[in-house]
């Protein structure tokens, strides 16, 4: 097993125990590492298939006229090359010409699609050669984002791309809703004419980035049934292809690839940048995979019992630290940003990803032009990997010191100090008037970069994801009524949850970090008190525009915020500069106040989320001519009233941000 060279690797038997074992050995890279492109590589007069399959006996490469049935056009045997590579030119304009790889590994042949396609039929079951010239819309060249300096200088907007114009009355066309296209369709609105809907409503927000939920190709959604069935999509079928049920037709390769260029193009027009969702931690399926029909046991880890290691609870999970992994990943990911024009990546269960692969991501991207400013951030959950091998180190929350400061994690502490475990619908948070939290808000404030309240957890503020609400579990507004209104559904109006909902705003979008939110959270979004609808029905998932007028007070609220966070440089430091700044008041338990002084600049913070009034008295050095900028019901930074003094009383359940010059 020492002399691992290209002819004896083959005579090793289909036993996962030895096969990881020789994988994991230095001599395996060695000897099989292969830097070069994989993929069908495109030209107008020739097309290289290049596939990575070391144990194969034989590849042959299956030409096919249509993505699904019809007829085969030709099979050709690929020869091997260096590296465990198998290749074959084949002559001739390849551009929409389907193929498969049939490849036999210890006497077995199985076909399989590329697991390096950049295009595929319908339901991803065959690749297909592009062209990737002829994807691009018009001006594609020139299509630019202003990508913010820092992560703390964008707030990101999390869509599912059904869900943003499903609803009926959304103002996008009958065929685009539900589709990449829908994105594109300018000026919509609500039925009334005047009311602003889809991205005609986000130029509107604030936000800087959407991120979009899976919108590589999935398999969990049958295409050629489109629009039937709904699904969030963390279920990668091929990594480097659009999904195909998002698509006007998802039966010609190339649709898709036009039409979500399409949509970032009409979002990065509206000024609006995109992240994508990426779930490289596990694939659709394990033992069907194309990775593991190409090389078995090669992709995903396994457990010392020889059977597919699960850390994501989906069957399976990918060996990101392998050489040939790692690199599948960092590929793709350039591959996005470069060919999509994708300015972040939030990393699904980043938890089971190794530290270095991340790393290496990071430093690839900073590669790119502009490339510094790519958002990188993803899930830290703990996920127990004893499958990843001593040496490695997972990219949770506990190995944040490990990961580059420009590469940042969700922050649950914050999001459950805020507004209550996820886990448990009736827990309260500090807006419910769970005392408990005071600390840890405070800690969420600073960007949990301190060590002032509670245990740090970030080196900086980049590392962290400030949020109350996600895809998973309820939506805030369903969480609010669950833990207040115990065993209710209520969608309606409600004075009390607004306030509520208000709190929880102020507290994320003016703490130190990277705010992001799930789509909808500032009117109100309620998916009737499901906590994992990601196969329920279209109808319980989508975004409801009405609900922009009937909270239209919540929505301004969340819009001024936004506002508020960037005309005050010092709410966006990329350092842990101002946390150290930041002056806490000594207030009654149930109010959090804090002074904030950037030059002549002054900025004064304080909520209580108590029953009752609570008075604030500041020092008496401080300014005493304040300007309000937000109160229990208004946000934004045209001024709309005047505060004198150093002692202010906040009404129950509100918060007060008020700014002065330092004279
Ligand atoms: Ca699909």
């Known amino acids: 097993m020492n002399d691992l060279n290209f002819q004896n690797i083959k005579n090793v038997s289909n036993d996962p125990v030895k096969l990881s074992a020789i994988y994991h050995s230095p001599d395996f890279e060695k000897n099989y590492y292969y830097p070069e492109e994989l993929g069908a590589i495109y030209s107008p007069d020739a ?41 074959r030119t084949i002559t001739g304009d390849l551009d929409g010409v389907y193929y498969t790889y049939e490849i036999s590994n210890f006497g077995v042949s199985t076909e399989t699609a590329d697991p390096y396609a950049k295009a595929a039929g319908v339901n991803g079951r065959r690749s297909m050669v592009v062209d990737l010239s002829k994807t691009n819309p018009p001006r594609w060249e020139n299509d630019t984002f202003q990508r913010p300096e820092h992560p703390t200088d964008a707030i990101v907007w999390e869509i ?86 998002y698509s006007t037709d998802p039966f010609h390769g190339q649709a898709r690839i036009l039409e979500l260029k399409k949509m970032v193009a009409a979002l990065h027009q509206a000024g609006i940048g995109v992240v994508m969702d990426v779930v490289y931690n596990h694939t659709f ?39 040939m992994c790692r690199k599948y990943i960092i590929d793709s990911v350039r591959y996005w940003a470069k060919e999509y024009h994708i300015d972040g990546f939030r990393f699904d269960l980043m938890g089971l990803i190794d530290v270095e692969t991340m790393n290496r991501i990071r430093a690839e991207l900073d590669k790119l032009p502009d490339g510094r400013k790519i958002l990188l951030y993803g899930e830290p959950w703990y996920a127990s990997t004893p499958a990843m091998p001593a040496g490695n180190f997972p990219a949770d929350k506990e190995h944040l010191s490990l ?48 060590n002032d309240f509670a245990k740090p957890l970030a080196m900086a503020p980049t590392q962290i994801v400030s949020y109350v609400s996600a895809h998973d579990n309820l939506t805030l507004w369903d969480k609010l009524i669950a833990s207040t209104k115990r065993g209710r559904i209520y969608t309606a109006y409600d004075e009390e949850m607004v306030r509520l909902n208000k709190l929880c705003a102020v507290l994320y979008l003016m703490a130190q970090g990277m705010p992001f939110l799930q789509a909808g959270e500032e009117f109100a979004r309620t998916k009737r008190g499901m906590d994992n609808s990601y196969r329920a029905s279209a109808a319980r998932n989508r975004l409801d525009w009405k609900r922009t007028l009937e909270f239209s007070d919540l929505l301004d609220y969340y819009r001024g915020l936004i506002e508020i966070r960037f005309a005050f440089p010092m709410l966006r430091d990329s350092s842990v500069h101002t946390a150290g700044k930041m002056k806490f008041v000594d207030s009654v338990p149930g109010t959090v106040a804090f002074t904030l002084r950037d030059g002549k600049e002054l900025l004064f913070v304080c909520v209580n989320v108590l029953s009752e009034p609570a008075e604030i008295q500041l020092d008496s050095d401080l300014p005493k001519d304040w300007i309000i900028i937000a109160d229990g019901s208004k946000a934004g930074i045209v001024p709309f009233g005047k505060l004198h003094g150093n002692k202010f009383l906040l009404s129950r359940k509100s918060a007060l941000i008020l700014k002065a010059e330092v004279v």
């Not at 959604?221 to 195909?244: H, M, R, S």
């Not at 995903?300 to 290691?309: I, L």
């Open 403 to 450: 990961l580059n400061p420009r590469i940042g994690v969700f922050c649950d502490n914050t999001r459950d100090a805020i507004k209550g475990d996820v886990f448990f619908r009736h827990k309260k948070g500090f807006v419910q008037e769970n005392l408990k939290f005071e600390n840890d808000v405070k800690a969420s404030l600073q960007g949990w970069t301190r």
């Open 285 to 323: 399926e394990g033992p069907g995979s194309w990775f593991h029909r190409t090389v078995p046991y090669y992709y995903h880890r396994t457990t010392s019992e020889g059977k597919f290691a699960d850390g994501s609870a989906c069957g399976n999970e990918v060996a990101s630290e392998r050489c």
């Open 47 to 87: 097309t290289t298939f290049r596939v990575w399959a070391p144990l194969a006996d034989f590849v042959s490469l299956c030409l096919y006229e249509q993505g699904s049935g019809g007829k085969l056009l030709q099979k050709q045997a690929l020869h091997p090359a260096d590296h465990g590579v198998w290749e």
């Open 160 to 245: 599912h791309v059904g869900d943003f114009s499903n609803d009926p009355s959304c103002g996008v066309r009958k065929e685009w809703r539900g589709k990449y296209l829908a994105f594109t369709e300018p000026n919509t609105t609500l039925p009334d004419g005047r009311t602003p809907t889809c991205v005609n409503y986000l130029k509107k927000l604030g936000v800087t980035h959407v991120q979009l939920m899976p919108v590589y190709d999935y398999g969990s959604i049958d295409e050629t049934q489109a629009g039937k069935a709904f699904n969030w999509g963390y279920d990668p079928l091929n990594y480097n292809v659009p999904e195909g049920s």
